[in-house]
């Protein structure tokens, strides 16, 4: 797609976004193509979320309604600087995003369309965005995951700023590509500002970390014990535990939440929002009310291992309740400056 001679904020975003390794979309079994019509039983959405994850729910909810689901998969980021490229000619009607960064990113764009309040509503304010254009679906955790056999609970680290200490040189698997990364740099720069954030990733680069492409390479790697500990969302622990044939406390690895409002214990949610061009597509609509339903909320908790974001749903087996984390004071509205985050991690040297 070409890119006009003066570039807009979109087009420097997408730049960033796609020199950082995050070049080509890729699709699953059912790629987005040409828009469609409203009220015409198909939707596209831009699936940030792990096809894995979350394709049995997308054929459920076209087996419940009869809508089909073109579904293009990429990282949550490239599908951000995919739409931001696009603008109001993508084709997609619903992002359905793992962060409320990138979500934040887009909306500021004005890509989105607000939401109805009856959705709204079903969710805490926390979770949603100011402006109503987006709404989170299930939350997660950011923890340390560790090697129960290599690290004592004892000797682990009550803030996530400890581990750029020497002691945890070569130790700390993290996974700088992924969005829950990212967002949890965003949330160093909102809380203690730019010059932390930078501070904390060269202390992290200068620290040899195991570079890994995603969160579930670091937690089979803690859980085998190559890597003694990792940063990643609480819900890959569970995972890793269900492909297994077993529970949580069958594995190595557990799961330490930060104590005293630390960065590292960030909370953020999966979420959607709907482009302006569907806003009033009964189909897509349907979609979002889907996703906040019971049954899908259930499927959360219980199959992704998130926690639920409507009341009435119990949270996952194994993990503390939502309301107990001790997770710090950030509105997740103010994740939204995806680009600078990104680029303060492309100056770290934490990707190549």
Not at 286 to 291: G, M, P, S
Not at 309 to 323: E, K, N
Request: net charge negative; with cysteine; proline share 7%.
């Amino acid at each position: 797609m070409p890119v006009p001679a003066r570039r807009s904020l979109a087009a420097l975003t997408a730049a960033g976004l796609l020199s950082f390794g995050l070049v080509a979309c890729g699709s699953g079994e059912d790629d987005a193509g040409d828009p469609g019509k409203p009220g015409d039983k198909t939707i596209t959405v831009y699936s940030g979320r792990n096809e894995n994850l979350v394709k049995p729910l997308l054929d459920r909810f076209t087996q419940q309604t009869g809508i089909t689901v073109k579904t293009r998969y990429a990282t949550t980021a490239q599908l951000a600087a995919q739409l931001l490229e696009e603008g109001d000619k993508s084709p997609a009607d619903a992002f359905f995003a793992q962060d409320a960064g990138a979500l934040g990113a887009v909306a500021k764009r004005d890509l989105f369309a607000p939401l109805p309040a009856a959705d709204l509503e079903k969710v805490p304010q926390a979770y949603r965005a100011r402006n109503g254009q987006w709404v989170g679906v299930s939350a997660r955790s950011r923890t340390l995951a560790y090697n129960v056999d290599q690290v004592p609970a004892a000797e682990l680290p009550k803030s996530v700023f400890e581990l750029t200490d020497p002691k945890w040189k070569g130790k700390v698997g993290i996974a700088p590509t992924n969005a829950s990364f990212q967002a949890f740099v965003t949330a160093i720069r909102v809380q203690h500002g730019d010059q932390k954030a930078k501070d904390f990733l060269a202390g992290l680069k200068a620290n040899e970390p195991q570079i890994r492409d995603n969160n579930v390479k670091i937690v089979e790697d803690v859980d085998k014990g190559t890597i003694p500990v990792g940063l990643v969302n609480h819900y890959y622990v569970g995972e890793i535990a269900k492909e297994k044939g077993t529970t949580p406390d069958g594995l190595k690895a557990k799961l330490h939440f930060f104590p005293g409002g630390d960065t590292g214990a960030l909370v953020n949610v999966a979420g959607v929002g709907v482009l302006k061009r569907s806003a009033e597509d009964p189909d897509t609509r349907a979609f979002i009310d889907f996703l906040l339903n019971p049954e899908s909320q259930k499927y959360f908790a219980e199959q992704t291992f998130e926690y639920p974001v409507v009341s009435g749903v119990a949270a996952p087996a194994g993990v503390p309740p939502l309301a107990d984390l001790d997770s710090p004071d950030i509105d997740l509205n103010d994740l939204d400056t995806l680009d600078a985050t990104i680029t303060l991690i492309k100056d770290s040297g934490l990707v190549p």
